[in-house]
C-alpha cells in the first residue's frame, strides 16, 4: 500500500491510503488478505481523476473569422467598364481638332480593314463619308471655326467616298440593293453639302462643287439638275 498504483493521482493515492489505516485503527489489527486484495484490484483499475487547477482567466473566445471582403474588386471593375465606356462615347463624339479625333479615325480604318468583302468595305466607307459631312457642318457652325481642319474634313470626306466607290466596282454583281444604296448616298451627300456651300470660303467652296460634280456622275442624272446648279451659284 505504500507504494504509488498506477492510474491514480498522488493526492488520491494519499487520501485512500489515510481512510484505509484509519478504518484498520477502529477494526483493530489489519485488514482481511481478502479486503486488501479486493480494495487493490479496484484502486488499479478506477480511472484516474485529473486535479482541478483553479483558474481565474476566463474562457477564450475564438476570433469570428473576417468576412473576405468582394467589394472592392467589384468597384474596380465597375469603374474601369465605365471609364472604358466614357472614352469610347468621347471618341465617337469627338471632332477634327480634339485630341480624341486621331483616335476615332483609328477605329474606322481598323473596322474598315477587318470587313470581310467589298461589299461591307463599301457599307462602311459610305457611313465615314458621311460622318465627314456631319463634322465639316459642326465645324462650319462653330464660333471657333478653323479653315484648315475644314479643308482636311472634305478632303477626307472625298478620299472615303471614292474609297467606298472603288470597292462597290470590285464587287462581281452589282444588284438592285448595291445601286440603290449608291443613289440613296449620293442624294444625301448633295442636300447636306449644298446646304453648306454659303456657309464656306472660296476655297473651300471650290473643293465642295468638285466633290459634288464627282458623286453626280455616279448616278444617272436626275430631274434636281437645274436646282444643284442654281444652288451652287
Known amino acids: 500500500?505504500?507504494?504509488?498504483?498506477?492510474?491514480?493521482?498522488?493526492?488520491?493515492?494519499?487520501?485512500?491510503?489515510?481512510?484505509?489505516?484509519?478504518?484498520?485503527?477502529?477494526?483493530?489489527?489489519?485488514?482481511?488478505?481478502?479486503?486488501?486484495?479486493?480494495?487493490?484490484?479496484?484502486?488499479?483499475?478506477?480511472?484516474?481523476?485529473?486535479?482541478?487547477?483553479?483558474?481565474?482567466?476566463?474562457?477564450?473566445?475564438?476570433?469570428?473569422?473576417?468576412?473576405?471582403?468582394?467589394?472592392l474588386p467589384q468597384l474596380l471593375s465597375l469603374g474601369l467598364a465605365s471609364a472604358m465606356v466614357v472614352a469610347g462615347l468621347g471618341t465617337y463624339r469627338s471632332m477634327p481638332g480634339d485630341a480624341l479625333y486621331p483616335l476615332k479615325r483609328a477605329a474606322e480604318n481598323t473596322l474598315f480593314h477587318l470587313s470581310t468583302d467589298d461589299a461591307e468595305r463599301a457599307d462602311r466607307s459610305f457611313g465615314y463619308a458621311e460622318t465627314r459631312a456631319h463634322e465639316v457642318e459642326e465645324l462650319l457652325g462653330s464660333g471657333e471655326r478653323e479653315d484648315r481642319l475644314i479643308s482636311e474634313t472634305l478632303k477626307a470626306m472625298e478620299d472615303t467616298t471614292r474609297s467606298a466607290v472603288t470597292s462597290l466596282t470590285r464587287v462581281q454583281r452589282r444588284d438592285a440593293r448595291s445601286t440603290g444604296q449608291l443613289k440613296r448616298f449620293v442624294q444625301k451627300q448633295r442636300t447636306q453639302i449644298e446646304i453648306m456651300l454659303p456657309k464656306m470660303d472660296e476655297e473651300d467652296r471650290r473643293r465642295a462643287n468638285g466633290y459634288l460634280d464627282y458623286i453626280d456622275g455616279l448616278t444617272p442624272p436626275g430631274t434636281s439638275a437645274d436646282s444643284r446648279d442654281v444652288t451652287r451659284d
Open 1 to 71: 500500500m505504500g507504494k504509488w498504483l498506477p492510474g491514480i493521482s498522488r493526492r488520491s493515492q494519499t487520501h485512500i491510503q489515510n481512510s484505509v489505516s484509519t478504518l484498520g485503527s477502529r477494526l483493530g489489527g489489519e485488514p482481511r488478505p481478502e479486503f486488501r486484495a479486493e480494495l487493490r484490484e479496484r484502486l488499479m483499475h478506477a480511472p484516474e481523476q485529473p486535479e482541478q487547477e483553479e483558474s481565474s482567466a476566463q474562457p477564450v473566445v475564438p476570433p469570428r473569422p473576417r468576412r473576405r471582403t468582394v467589394l
